[in-house]
């Protein structure tokens, strides 16, 4: 069954394509229309169609874009461009978009029929094979939940040998050996509160499976997944570092937008260090879980680095500690009041069974501040008030141990209100960054990644940083920018539209025109007119 949705700024050739359709022996049903991509985006999230055939113009709307956002969004769907004979070089690069095909107006009705009878004979066929292949795997992927402990178990005992690790692990189908590793982690659940995108494994199993289609030909893979999350290694042929881990961004960011525009459900991915022995792949899997956390500070729906939100170098390991401390340095550089509070009552549990050794139990309060201390220090410049010898002073001057949690509490108190003050300047800094950055290079072919790219934050990172402080987006802040600069540029009489567009940064006059209008109500003839009579 072909289930569709149309898309054409005009309603007559919808008319047309219904009609036609309609006369076709072929299983379908036409789940909806839109005359532009924000119609047709809306309706697709609502219907989930498996055949899209749209215009390659729409006035403002552009079906190629329409068409790279659902290459992401909506992968296993075909695609179909309708064009003008004018359009027709312009429609043949959308073969670049996944696109199935692309058919000339006006459009022929042996022409369609021929091209939806190819497309419903090979979903079927998809169909088939996903059943087929789904059954023959289903007790292996039910498995999988119990192998991530196994897997790294091979790792472990067999570092000596990478060859008894390969074998062993091609025994089972796997094949992970390579020059670099990088985990990404996909948590969907909030804390404790089990807001998970799916209950059952088998639905799971489906998403983790769906999820592989991001990863490319150069990366070798295999996931582990539970009811709430799905662990994804990824093993490069590449021994530089950054392109693997640009590489694998790019991966992560196609996986976001496809959880976003498919399920309502919050979620966080969080991606490691790539790395260069097969040694530190578990520690990478504990980096990309520990960046996940950051969503009760970033938000979620977002990819989190750990290079964003915590310092860490190729194949660190993390100091043997106890998994208290840990936690506790964790929700501490989250900023976390509920969570260090917690996590503090249950250190002082711990610190209780020690039978009312006062001396012993203050130690251990004074060994829990040197490491806190030591760790911040590593990542934040934190005040003299804050790190200074004072609380050492007041921990051993106590004689009751509640006493000693109380000031330890208004410590860690002082510590978060002081991150989150310094988060908050580090953050204005990388955002007037950026502005400069965009202000000196608005003429030139800019985008999202190459500003963070300038200055050392992921794109995603900053697009989110952005937005929660300047409360809207880094794209329309450089249309202001270029949109003033085009202003200036206008009140030369002397230059064509075209130039001007060309001036601030835009090689389609057409699209400068429809952004210019739309920031100033007027045409930029219009706007030059108007200035030439003021």
């Keep these: 069954m072909l289930y569709i949705v149309l898309v054409d700024d005009e309603q007559l050739v919808i008319h047309h394509l219904v009609k036609l359709i309609s006369t076709f022996d072929i299983p379908h049903k036409i789940v909806g229309t839109a005359n532009n991509n924000q119609q047709a985006l809306r309706i697709i999230r609502e219907t989930h169609p498996n055949l ?42 959308a073969l670049r978009y996944n696109v199935f095909n692309y058919l000339l107006k006006p459009v022929n009705e042996k022409e369609l029929y021929e091209q939806l009878s190819q497309i419903h004979g090979i979903l079927r066929e998809e169909k088939e094979a996903e059943a087929q292949d789904f059954l023959l795997k289903k007790q292996l992927l039910e498995c999988l939940p119990l ?34 590793y990088q985990a990404l982690y996909i948590d969907f659940s909030q804390d404790n509160d089990a807001q998970e995108i799916e209950k059952d494994f088998i639905n799971v199993s489906k998403l983790a499976q769906t999820l592989m289609l991001f990863t490319v030909d150069s990366f070798k893979t295999i996931y582990f997944y539970d009811t709430g999350s799905i662990t994804i ?65 970033i938000g979620f729906n977002e990819i989190i680095c750990i290079t964003d939100v915590e310092l860490r170098s190729t194949g660190e390991s993390l100091p043997n500690f106890k998994y208290i401390q840990e936690d506790l340095l964790k929700y501490l550089k989250l900023c976390d009041i509920p969570h260090t509070e917690q996590y503090l009552n249950i250190f002082y549990l711990n610190v209780l069974q020690l039978h009312g050794d006062r001396s012993l139990a203050t130690n251990k309060f004074l060994e829990l501040y040197y490491y806190l201390s030591n760790a911040l220090n590593q990542e934040f410049t934190l005040s003299e008030a804050v790190l200074s010898d004072e609380i050492i002073r007041r921990l051993t001057g106590c004689t009751n141990l509640e006493d000693i949690k109380g000031i330890f509490s208004d410590y860690l108190r002082e510590v978060i209100q002081e991150i989150g003050h310094l988060r908050t300047n580090k953050s204005q800094k990388f955002i007037e960054k950026a502005k400069e950055y965009i202000r000196q290079n608005y003429a030139h072919d800019i985008s999202l990644e190459s500003i963070a790219d300038e200055i050392g934050l992921s794109a995603c990172y900053l697009s989110t940083l952005y937005k ?64 030439q009579e003021t």
Aim: aromatic share 14%; proline share 1%; hydrophobic share 40%.
């Design 52 to 93: 899209i055939i749209t215009d390659i113009r729409m006035g403002a709307s552009n079906g190629l874009d329409l068409c790279d956002t659902l290459r992401v969004t909506m992968p296993h769907a075909k695609l179909i461009i309708l064009s003008g004979f004018d359009d027709f070089g312009y429609a043949q690069k």
């Design 147 to 180: 192998m991530q402990e196994w897997f790294f178990k091979i790792i472990r005992e067999n570092l000596e040998d990478l060859e008894i690790i390969d074998s062993t692990f091609r025994l089972f189908g796997i094949d992970i050996l390579n020059r670099s």
């Design 233 to 297: 290694l990824l093993s490069s042929d590449h021994s530089d570092i950054e392109t693997v881990q640009k590489e694998v961004y790019r991966i992560a960011d196609r996986i976001r937008q496809y959880l976003d525009f498919n399920y309502e459900q919050p979620f966080s991915i969080g991606l490691s260090t790539a790395v260069q022995e097969i040694a530190y792949l578990r520690q990478s899997v504990k980096d990309a879980i520990s960046a996940s956390k950051y969503s009760f500070y």
């Design 468 to 531: 929660n402080i300047e409360k809207t987006s880094i794209k329309e802040y450089l249309i202001d920018v270029r949109i003033d600069a085009s202003k200036k540029y206008l009140q030369d009489i002397n230059l064509k539209i075209y130039e001007v567009a060309a001036n601030v940064g835009y090689t389609d006059s057409r699209y400068f025109s429809q952004l210019f209008r739309k920031k100033t109500g007027y045409t930029p003839g219009q706007y030059r007119e108007f200035i």
